[in-house]
């Protein structure tokens, strides 16, 4: 029998339960998902009314997970029958802003923005806000302040960065061990952290670490890398980390899976093995990941689910083309992915 791909299996679990897909976060910052922005994007067809220019600001396309994002997001925006303009940050705020003045110029319907710098959505809205032209935030979370300063044009459609990390602690305590691989009653770990700015590297860093000790583990961080996402930079810096602290290390923590495969790199280059004698993950389900989990190379990894994601994105700026009620925020649910069920997320 053929496998199912990794886009296929997410993209049927949104037609099947978009619903379930635009879930609530506990947290008291969110509100409930809109019974509205149900519906899948990629059948609505028949739904649009009418066309629309939507702009699209992505931070950086080189970004691995921003390109499965806006390629689904495209598609999705597409199939209403919008005009769809994606533009390139270039992960360099000046250039966002630039970019963001034209489409103002322009004047497009709706902006679809994925700041470069969250600590500029302010500036962002400020910017906006004199036309009237809706914002939908993606992947990037704002202050709640900031939607607030917009009301009724501002949402954010993203997964609480907090539920990843917290995936990943538990990744660690469901191996046999508990990340304790040397049995002395402490974890010892290095973490790979992302943008410093972005709530995504903070929240991860931060919840991975309190999964562990909420079920009484005793941690030591040897060390916290910068390395701002980026493979190259990882693999260098664990690779500096094994000649540093070698045994010692017992996990190590990845906010994506760029910086995890790199970690992967240098791990197995200093002769150590993923599941033996050391742990690791990461987060995104990127294909690469996915498959290292497969092979035992990876201990796991926690899926950010770009499609059901670009579809809530795409819903959110339909109904603000439709001039419907639209919610602050819409959420979707990471999953953890393990060898287990590693199989469907390829």
Known sequence: MKMISRRDFLKASAVVGASAALTACGSSSSSTAAS?????????NAAASGSANIGVCIYQFADNFMTLYRTDLDEYLKDMGYN????????DQNTQTEQINTFLQQGVDV?????????SAQTI??????????????NREPAKEVLDSYPEKCCYVGADARQSGTYQGELILETET??????????????????PENIDAQYRTEYSIKALTDAGMEVECLYEYLDNWDQTLAQQDVANALAQYGDQIEVVFCNNDAMAMGALQSIEQAGRTVGKDIYLVGVDALAEAVQAVIDGRLTGTVLNDDVNQATAAAEA????VEGQPVEQYYWVDYVKVTPENAANYL
Request: glycine share 10%; proline share 5%; aromatic share 4%.
């Open 317 to 320: 700026t339909k109904l603000y």
């Open 125 to 138: 809205v400020d910017t906006i806000s004199p036309s009237g032209t809706p914002i939908v935030f993606i």
């Open 84 to 91: 769809v303009t994606i533009v390139d940050g270039k992960n």
């Open 36 to 44: 509205t922005a149900a519906s899948t994007a990629a059948s609505t």
């Open 111 to 119: 902006l679809v923005i994925n700041p470069v710098q969250t600590t």
């Open 178 to 195: 508990k990340g304790d691989l040397n049995g002395d009653g402490k974890v010892t770990y290095i973490m790979c952290k992302g943008d």
